[in-house]
């Protein structure tokens, strides 16, 4: 717990980084070296998010203003697992880090979605326990609930 508490203030951090173009540029070309070798669907978007939604769940969309509950798995591009969460963990969307509140916007309770996320919407340029600086961060999600 108390890693996914520093987790969303690095993550507020993180949105102060900046990153060149061409920095994201790279980032987005080993992402999808990645999809590409693994086999993945996903989508973009804009900020540099890939993404896919395996249920989008059920109900009303998940507001900015609301808390979920959710589960995940993260891991780094070569599949070494840095995080996971089995029992909920609850926290305002306006907390978690970039990815997560892009993904959680698209989303309704009971989805479950998989990310590809860019050091810009992780953690940034900042070393966080196990996670390196501009780390290219894999999410696994089940959002359990919203209110």
């Known amino acids: 717990m108390r890693f996914l508490l520093a987790c969303?203030?690095?993550?507020?951090l993180?949105?102060?980084?900046?990153y060149s173009s061409e920095d994201k540029a790279n980032f987005d070309k080993e992402i999808q070296a990645y999809i590409k070798k693994n086999k993945l669907s996903c989508q973009r978007t804009d900020s540099g998010l890939y993404y896919s939604i395996d249920n989008e769940?059920?109900?009303e969309l998940i507001q900015f203003q609301d808390e979920v509950s959710f589960t995940y798995k993260g891991y780094f591009l070569d599949g070494k697992v840095f995080d996971e969460q089995k029992t909920p963990v609850s926290f305002a969307v306006s907390e978690l880090i970039g990815?997560?509140?892009e993904?959680?916007?698209e989303v309704?309770?009971?989805?479950?979605?998989f990310l590809i996320a860019p050091p810009h919407l992780g953690y940034g340029d900042r070393k966080l326990d196990d996670i390196p600086p501009n780390s290219i961060l894999v999410f696994e999600m089940e959002i359990i609930e919203s209110h």
């Open 57 to 59: 769940g059920e109900g």
């Open 99 to 101: 990815a997560w509140k």
């Open 103 to 105: 993904i959680m916007l």
């Open 14 to 18: 993180a949105g102060c980084s900046t």
């Open 8 to 12: 969303c203030l690095i993550g507020v």
């Open 108 to 113: 309704k309770p009971g989805a479950k979605v």
